[in-house]
């Protein structure tokens, strides 16, 4: 239900920025939605712990509650940081959570520049009016992000994974965008 209302909203929005205010209340609403269902779903003897967040300029953290929900369901205590979520202060909840998994979402930061799209595109391949980045800033901010995490697995997935080329196989099995992926992390 709140997917494909999110979705006509954002359409709605691109073609006429007057609908912001109707996007942010839809958003607002269903994040609140979200959390209230997290309350309810929290298991009772939780088997994992698993730090949600968004990177470093992500701003859209409904992601993070859908996927906190799914590990609910599977028996795991969702811990979520939310938005913005820069590596230094992953580190530092890491360190002080001490989470069995980390989940990083980017839907529109970490959007990275496509050498197939004309360089005078002022649009990113998201359709979002977004900074791109090459992909050696891409390699170094997930560098960060991989010290950051330490020896705790780590998933980062997102709508924005979609404008990465192949990355070094040291980010292989950290990037993916299937619900699947953060299911195995979750058994």
Known sequence: VIEPALCTI???WEKDSSYLANEHLLSHASKSALAQSLKVLRPPNPRKRVLFACVTN???????????IRASHLGCLPIIIGANTPPHALKI????IEPDLIVLSSTTSLVCYDSNFAPEMT???????NETISMNELIQILSEYKEACGSTPWLLGGQAETTWDTLPDEFADHISSQTESLDQLLK
Request: aromatic share 4%; net charge negative.
């Open 123 to 129: 649009e990113s391949p998201l359709k979002l009016i």
């Open 58 to 68: 992500e701003l859209h953290d409904i992601p993070l509650y859908a996927l906190a």
């Open 93 to 96: 909840a890491v360190d002080r």
């Open 10 to 12: 954002g359409d709605l």
